[in-house]
């Protein structure tokens, strides 16, 4: 699913370095779904040419105010006729200031004075513009303005020196983006959620694991994080980025887990998606253990249950589990929403979806079994967030 279908954006690109980001911006939000139109300053064209913007948006580029491909002459009106929002990437601190002040002197800031949809903004500058009092000042007045603004970050720029100032990545703002435009049914909700597998050390380079991704975790904790949710992501050892803001806790062990996951209660929502050991080595050799070439035994202890833990506490929150097997999933799957006093159990076979991009699972509740189709991980951690929605609403 391309999260941005339907949506029409109108990209203005202004005179600084960064404009060569935008390409790759225009790039991405038409792979998301967009329709795009591009409105070039005088400024921005010394950087990238319209040429560019045209081919990577399928669109005329306009750069004039008194384009005559617009019958009435009323480019600065009509481009934003139907549009969902103006993202202004790069915004100068020329720019900025012009949207401040309210001066209407070229089509890109007549157009966003003359808007009728929202305002949003991508700085990207010298730090010690950024910097500046001026440059703050306006900062200020533009959110009072209720214009929005994404950025910037801190990171080597072109002029050589290294502070605030740089644009976000394209990665980055399209990701900004898709949050922006996401309905928000759990603003005010507090989420917990863990993912990925622990490792549970014989020695200090053994230990025992599984091969869990995390990447289902992780592409819940983004489709909370998109619906309005504050999310904690208590995360064991992955490489998967952290979603937009998202405060994330890195744990191994599960014993860390569980206590990283009780430090971060109460909250409205316990999600339990990763793949925890469910047992650990009694006793953790100091040293590395030698090969002798004779066989060795571990006696095992069982890990803490955080999921159930979580579940029977005095005023629980509304608890989803996940149910990963290799055989019978559903009498695993209810057994274990019954068992445990879930609200929802989400489950697969692990030869579907362990460890890869896409999936197949189930959703169990109190109202039956439904199985939903072969999807991305990101599609069905949409579909997983709609039920805890509907879940919350009837609790």
Known sequence: MKELAGRKIVVGVTGGIAAYKAADLVRQLTGAGAEVHVVLTEGGARFVTAVTFQALSGHPVWTDLWDARMGNSMAHIDLTRGADAILVAPATADVLAKFVQGRADDLLSTLCLARECPLLVAPAMNRQMWEHPATRRNMRQLAEDGVTVFGPAAGEQACGETGMGRMLEPTELLEHLIAFFAPKPLAGRRVVLTAGPTFEAMDPVRGITNCSSGRMGFALARAL???????????????????????????????????????????????????????????????????????????????????????????????????????????????????????????????????????????????????????????????????????????
């Open 225 to 395: 994080r998109h619906a309005g949710a504050n999310v904690t992501l208590v995360a064991g050892p992955v490489t998967q980025a952290t979603p937009l803001n998202v405060k994330r806790v890195d744990v191994v062990s599960a014993n860390e887990m569980r206590e990283a996951v009780l430090a971060a209660l109460p909250a409205d929502v316990f999600v339990g998606v990763a793949a925890v050991a469910d047992y650990r080595p009694a006793v953790t050799s100091d040293q590395k253990i030698k090969k002798s070439g004779e066989i060795r035994s571990f006696e095992l202890t069982p890990n803490p249950d955080i999921l159930a833990e979580v579940a029977g506490r005095d005023s629980a929150p509304l608890c989803v589990g996940f149910a990963a097997e290799s055989e019978n999933l559903d009498e695993y799957a209810t057994g274990k929403l019954k068992a445990k006093k879930l609200a929802l159990i989400v489950g697969n076979l692990m030869q579907h979806g362990f460890g890869t991009e896409d999936n197949v699972v189930t959703l169990y509740d109190a109202e039956g079994r439904t199985p939903l189709p072969r999807a991305s991980k990101h599609q069905i951690a949409r579909e997983i967030t709609a039920r805890i929605v509907q879940l919350l609403a009837a609790r």
